[in-house]
């Protein structure tokens, strides 16, 4: 039997892209996260068109309680918040993962996702099974043992 190349499952976007995932977090690829990281965003508003289906993320200085904080990864190659919350209120299906084109609002200061390609089957938006993570124990040349993360 001879052996194959596998190919990852993943899409590279330099383009912005938000990703809903089930653990209630939205995370931005490396354009959106540059967009953000240039104007020094650290919290946001996430807001919801019903009537649409779409939602905003629009960045503020203001302090106020509806704001969400914005974290970077180091060497900002994404940036993510906690809005498990705003996730379940548009009706995102909490069982999957689901990358979104976002479109950067220069005039409003905000990114921009449509939802309707979730409903139309558009293949724009990435849909996976999300499976939960599993830390693996590993020995290596008489090491002690450490957890590697998948």
Same mark, same amino acid.
């Given at each position: 039997?001879?052996?194959?190349?596998?190919?990852?499952?993943?899409?590279? %976007?330099?383009? *912005?892209?938000?990703?809903?995932?089930? !653990?209630?977090?939205? #995370?931005?690829?490396?354009?959106?996260? +540059?967009?953000?990281?240039?104007?020094?965003?650290?919290t946001a508003f996430l807001l919801w068109d019903s009537d649409?289906?779409?939602? %905003?993320?629009? *960045?503020?200085?203001?302090?106020?309680? !509806?704001?969400?904080? #914005?974290?970077?990864?180091?060497?900002? +190659?994404?940036?993510?918040?906690?809005?498990?919350?705003?996730?379940?209120?548009?009706?995102?299906?909490?069982?999957?993962?689901? %990358?979104?084109?976002?479109?950067?609002?220069?005039?409003?200061?905000?990114?921009? #996702?449509?939802?309707?390609?979730?409903?139309?089957?558009?293949?724009?938006?990435?849909?996976?099974p999300e499976t939960p993570r599993r830390a693996t124990v590993?020995?290596?040349?008489?090491?002690?043992?450490?957890?590697?993360?998948?």
């Amino acid at each position: 039997m001879g052996y194959e190349i596998y190919t990852r499952q993943i899409i590279r %976007a330099s383009s *912005p892209m938000i990703t809903l995932n089930r !653990r209630g977090r939205m #995370v931005f690829n490396v354009a959106a996260t +540059k967009i953000l990281h240039d104007l020094g965003v650290e919290t946001a508003f996430l807001l919801w068109d019903s009537d649409s289906k779409k939602f %905003a993320v629009k *960045p503020t200085s203001k302090r106020d309680e !509806r704001a969400v904080s #914005v974290r970077y990864s180091e060497g900002h +190659k994404w940036a993510a918040l906690s809005a498990i919350g705003f996730i379940a209120h548009i009706g995102h299906n909490m069982e999957t993962t689901k %990358a979104y084109p976002a479109t950067w609002n220069a005039n409003e200061g905000m990114f921009e #996702v449509s939802m309707e390609a979730e409903n139309e089957g558009s293949t724009h938006a990435k849909e996976t099974p999300e499976t939960p993570r599993r830390a693996t124990v590993a020995k290596l040349g008489g090491a002690p043992l450490r957890r590697v993360a998948r």
